[in-house]
């Protein structure tokens, strides 16, 4: 079936250090890719997508590109701030199409930026 | 505005009691959701209705139960509580065809 596999955290970054959050997924078909965001005491954000292999989705400094020959979309950006710290989740969208709004999880990533 | 918003935020129960919690959406969109958060911030759809109709139940068992009143409003009546029962539900929605789902801030369940 679909998942969505996340590395284990919590990451602990200094400030301004390059944050990498591996995500790989096993999906049928070809699934549209996410991540989403949940800072404390809040909902998940999108962060940024991508719907097809070698798109690359980016937003406030974050990048993560579809890789589809190593079914992964890993989380990345090249100096983190206090106010990154956050829960990280990477999702897939099951219908392929980014439509359905069924979206598949992964377990999320805790990061915690230190000053 | 908040444009996804659940009531209540907290809820702490009893097992066996009933309880509902409430969703509102002001971003004029066609589908809404309900998601369940476990203590280990694992992510799992339950319910989707679109435009009031139920299109997606996630094999929940039937002490969930959506209620749909009109587009705006997804709510979620839970009978029978159960301590598995305790975590957090978030509400969602989206436009058809857009791919990106709007959360609220979620209602933190507690069943003692």
Redesign the interface.
Same mark, same amino acid.
């Not at chain 1, 005491?41 to 999108?46: K, S």
């Not at chain 1, 199409?97 to 979206?103: A, E, P």
């Given at each position: 079936g679909n998942s969505v596999t996340q590395m284990e955290g919590p990451v602990t970054l200094s400030e301004e250090a390059f944050l990498t959050i591996n995500c790989t997924y096993t999906a049928t078909g070809y699934p549209?890719l &996410?991540w989403?965001v949940q800072y404390p005491?809040? +909902?998940?954000?999108?962060l940024l997508?991508a719907?097809k292999a070698d798109d690359k989705g980016s937003n406030k400094g974050f990048e993560a590109t579809y890789r589809k020959e190593t079914t992964s979309f890993h989380l990345e950006k090249g100096s983190v701030q206090v106010s990154d710290s956050a829960?990280y &989740?990477c999702a897939l969208?099951t219908d392929g199409? +980014?439509?359905?709004?069924?979206?598949i999880?992964g377990?999320?990533t805790t990061l915690q930026v230190k000053p | 505005d908040t444009a996804v918003s659940q009531t209540p935020k907290y809820l702490v129960t009893q097992m066996g009691n009933d309880k509902s919690i409430k969703c509102e959406q002001n971003l004029g969109h066609d589908t809404m959701y309900w998601y369940k958060q476990d203590s280990k911030k694992f992510l799992k759809i339950m319910f989707s209705y679109n435009n009031k109709e139920l299109i997606i139940n996630e094999t929940v068992p039937n002490r969930f139960s959506p209620k749909s009143p009109d587009k705006a409003h997804l709510n979620l009546h839970i009978n029978s509580l159960e301590l598995g029962d305790s975590a957090v539900y978030f509400c969602a929605s989206s436009r058809p065809q857009h791919g990106e789902l709007f959360f609220g801030e979620g209602s933190r369940l507690t069943v003692l």
């Open positions: 549209s &996410f989403y005491g809040e +909902g998940l954000q999108l997508k719907t829960v &989740f969208d199409s +980014g439509n359905t709004g069924k979206l999880f377990q999320g | -």
